[in-house]
């Protein structure tokens, strides 16, 4: 398995997988990511200069894209960062790969100092919801900030 940063090559597959995920738990609705504007240049977006947020791609050995996870700085919780956009193609589901990818974000997120990290999600999204309470985060009552209105979880890992 390979772990990198984004690139321009990676957006269309990118947002095939997560519309796809999102579509066969029913969230393809506005208020979610299926609706982003920046969904189908995700590379461009998360690698701007300047910017506190990166996304990450996981591939297997043969370099086909698998998934993979942002993180965005989150002002709104102080020393937080945002885990964004966490999704894996089908043919990846149940190997583990979810567990790598939230391990190596909390790891560089770490590495840039933050102490937090902040996510939201949906009850629909069951398999998620598991793995992210499984991996040490807590649910919490819904913030005043929240982004995505259709979301309807919302949890926070203080220490990784």
């Known amino acids: ?4 940063k984004t690139s321009p090559k990676d957006n269309q597959t990118l947002a095939k997988i997560i519309r796809k995920n999102l579509e066969e738990h029913h969230l ?25 947020r990166v996304y990450y791609v996981i591939l297997d050995d043969n370099e086909n894209l698998l998934g993979g996870v942002g ?22 589901k149940g190997q583990g790969l979810g567990v790598k990818l939230v391990q190596y974000i909390e790891e560089k997120a770490k590495e840039q ?4 990290m902040y996510l ?13 309470k499984k991996m040490g985060y807590k649910q919490m009552d819904r913030p005043d900030f929240v982004v995505h209105t259709t979301v309807d979880m919302f949890f926070i890992k203080t220490s990784f």
């Open 1 to 4: 398995m390979i772990i990198r």
């Open 120 to 132: 939201e999600s949906h009850s629909n999204l069951k398999a998620a919801i598991s793995l992210y």
């Open 113 to 116: 100092g933050y102490s937090k």
């Open 28 to 52: 393809d609705i506005a208020g979610t990511a299926y609706f982003d504007s920046n969904l189908d240049n995700l590379s461009e977006y998360y690698n701007q200069l300047n910017t506190n």
């Open 71 to 92: 993180m965005e700085a989150f002002e709104n919780i102080d020393n937080c960062v945002e885990m964004q956009k966490l999704y894996l193609s089908d043919e990846a």
